[in-house]
């Protein structure tokens, strides 16, 4: 009975630490996620704030806006702007800010931008506003000498639905087209730009000083006749001459009409599916499948050459014709995800069942913390955006009458280049001595700016 008396106490005092150790266990978790929801709180208040203090508490959808882009009054829905969750343009226009925006002298809010690209644009906004997933509009058009002012708005702005963050060429529904691509050859991993023509140079040289040696690539293309197409490598690019085997390569084409679909053709002659020379740029395969030289683009010109990828019909480029003139192209390295590095919680001193429920409130309080974490970056961004972009004085909007054209801009804008014959014209010593306040200035025509 000794024994068995003792194995009873041994048996309580083991229920009894296992049962302290749960609780120690559960304890540390939940005051984790009392941490969470309290620093969520305060995000939460300290928006609710910004809304007091700069905005409108008060602010719904279907506000009707009225904007001065400059010079061009715009009207449209709040809800129209704010559709792209994340982007500036839903910062500076969810209503937290509006008492902070610049307003023109008509009370309408003032953006000092080019009319032409805002436009643009909003116009696509407003077609996706009404467009099913499966029928998305073309992307916002405009003639090519805008064409530099429009991509810097899509950065400006944050606006990721249109293009593919980093990329000026392909829009953002297609990048998990090609990442489901890349996953099917197990070589996926996260977009890191690395070369693109139109800014780097569109040689040689270029690309491979660049490229080489950056690991698993993909390669964009789009030509002067709006058709876009691509490869990807698994192995780094060369300068040293010879076929590299590349066993995950494929080629592509994405759609950019209506009567139009995507494709991809896998590699069928693995050792002979990437060529390196230093005097091409990308080439993908024997037959000369797809190859760059300088700002064009060939496809298996030589029928007579055996070919390394699949054909497929719905390959836009024609063989044999004259070689396809590349508006731009672009290379995306694929950097492999990489674990966070935070340490996940693990238990292992209880059942199978508690220590894997353990295990997945750690994995899912650690997902939540990176969660609060971006809100908190997202949400300083979005503060430092408004000051710096939409919050210069009042007084400061003007507009010029420049031969009939009707312009409205910042005086601040005019003299970004102080030695410039308009910054000299509207800095405040050529006002005084013309006797003008600066706070009464709202109207120029083209004889007092070049005056």
Known sequence: MEKLNFANQ?????????????????????????????????????????????????????????????????????????????????????????????????????????????EAVLDYLNEVEISSDEDTPPLPYVDSEHSAILRSQIELFGLSIINMPGSVIVRNDYASVLHNWLKEEDSDGDFNLIYRGSSDGMTPQEFHAKCNDKGPTITIIETTEGHVVGGSSNVSWASCGGYCEASEAFLFALAQNWNSSSCKMKVTVPATAVYFHPIFGPVFGNGNDLKVRGGSVYTYTDQGSPQSYERHSLWPLKPGQEPYTIKDIEVFQIVEHKPTGEAVGTAENFSKEINEAICAKWISLQEASAEIKTLEDRMLDEEEFVTSFASSQHDDVITLNVRGTIMVTCRSTLQLRKESCLAIQFSNEELKKQGIDKKTIQDWNYEDVIA
């Open 10 to 118: 041994r048996l309580a005092t083991a229920l009894k630490n296992y049962d302290q150790e749960l609780l120690a266990k559960t304890a540390e978790l939940d005051e984790e996620e009392h941490r969470l929801i309290a620093l969520l709180n305060s995000l939460e208040n300290k928006k609710l704030t910004s809304s007091h203090l700069f905005g409108d508490v008060n602010a719904r959808g279907d506000d009707i806006l009225e904007i001065n882009a400059g010079g061009r009054i715009i009207v449209t829905k709040r809800s129209t702007l704010t559709q792209v969750k994340g982007s500036r343009w839903e910062k500076l226009f969810s209503g937290r800010w509006d008492k902070m925006l610049l307003k023109d002298r008509d009370g309408r809010v003032f953006l000092d931008v080019n009319p032409v690209g805002f």
